[in-house]
């Protein structure tokens, strides 16, 4: 296993203490700083062994280790300000297709059933063409977003 060296700068150790001491800050955060100031090994600090520090913090052997490794490979920023997450979601039900599924949820259900079901409603879109594929879970996320939930009497 690889041995991750922490040495902080002054302006670093300064600016993890002032986080810890003053203010109000994540958890994840005040522990990633307890960590890193419990890993310096400037010359200014005292250095203490991960078991120990993973007793005092009450976090994982595993967990002191990936941020050091994170710290010593990708910097300060990437702990204390990680990036925005890249991925994006598309979103599959559109206007037309929302106003569709509203339409036919008001409508009477097909012969043989009380009441529409999410499952039934998303197979009755496709089978109208109204949309390729639906999940039960979108048709139920359409359905709360415009207070038409067909559980609701």
Known sequence: MIKYV???????????EVMISKGVHLSTKI??????LNCDTGEHSKRYTNQTISTIVHV????????????VE??????FNPPKPKRTYIKKADGEVEAHLVALCCGEPPAGFAKWSLRLLA????ELNYIESISHETVRQVLKKTNLSPGKA
């Open 60 to 71: 994982s052997m595993k967990t002191i280790d990936r941020i050091k490794k994170k710290f």
């Open 123 to 126: 197979d009755k879109m496709v």
């Open 74 to 79: 990708e910097g300060y920023d990437a702990i």
């Open 6 to 16: 922490i040495t902080l700068t002054y302006s670093e150790r300064e600016e993890l």
């Open 31 to 36: 522990k990633s700083a307890l960590i890193l």
